[in-house]
Antibody
């Protein structure tokens, strides 16, 4: 059973960089059909897609966050990571990692998230 | 890339059917049949309910169904049950390997 687990600091200072890791267990990060994504949810608000990465390193980011987001993957440790720079209070949210699926063989890009981590709250303090 | 539009709340009595709408544009919902729906209970991670418009993952009740017309996708819950009370989010492919979520709808079982 595939499981994802987010980890990282729960408190980040304003203007600094938020760094989170998602460890995948019960399955391999390396799959031709699996992409891996980050989604966040500010307290009391809706979901926002941050970005998606393929195990080979290709990345796709939300245009509104692109200038501050970097995602990477470590296949040897079966994990992928998120860095969000120059954070402000508006970046306070629960951050989720998730498996992002499509049908590459049919030309269908990754568009839905079938497995999610439990989420981790990151608070940006001034 | 703007969030998809969902009603803030929808309610219904047990046993009834309700429908949640999700309105996008010709750049997302209207251009692709790649809409997914998620259920989220308080304090929990979202759960995939519908993908590719109207497909259900294993274990998801057939009381949940999806459809699309033009720029609007819909999620229908039939035979409403107390356990269906949750927040629901739609999500659509928006081109360029990007996706966009809706603002969410709170479903209340009266």
């Amino acid at each position: 059973q595939l499981q994802l687990q987010e980890s990282g600091p729960g408190l980040v200072k304003s203007s600094e960089t938020l760094s989170l890791t998602c460890t995948v267990s019960g399955g391999s990060l390396i799959s031709s059909s699996s992409y891996w994504g980050w989604i966040r949810q500010p307290p009391g608000k809706g979901l926002e897609w941050i970005g998606t990465i393929y195990y080979a390193g290709s990345t796709y980011y939300n245009p509104s966050l692109r200038s501050r987001v970097t995602m990477s993957v470590d296949t040897s440790k079966n994990l992928f990571s998120l860095n969000l720079s120059s954070v402000t209070a508006a970046d306070t949210a629960v951050y989720y990692c998730a498996r992002n699926l499509g049908i590459p063989a049919a030309g269908v890009p990754p568009y839905y998230f079938d497995k999610w981590g439990q989420g981790t709250l990151v608070t940006v303090s001034s | 890339q703007s969030a998809l539009t969902q009603p803030a709340s929808v309610s219904g009595s047990p046993g009834q059917s309700i429908t949640i709408s999700c309105t996008g544009t010709s750049s997302d919902v209207g251009n692709y049949n790649l809409v997914s729906w998620y259920q989220q209970h308080p304090g929990k991670a979202p759960k995939l309910m519908i993908y590719e418009g109207n497909k259900r993952p294993s274990g998801i009740s057939n009381r949940f169904s999806g459809s699309k017309s033009g720029d609007t996708a819909s999620l229908t819950i039939s035979g409403l049950q107390a356990e269906d009370e949750a927040d629901y989010y739609c999500c659509s492919y928006a081109g360029g390997r990007t996706v966009v979520f809706g603002g969410g709808t709170k479903v209340t079982v009266l």
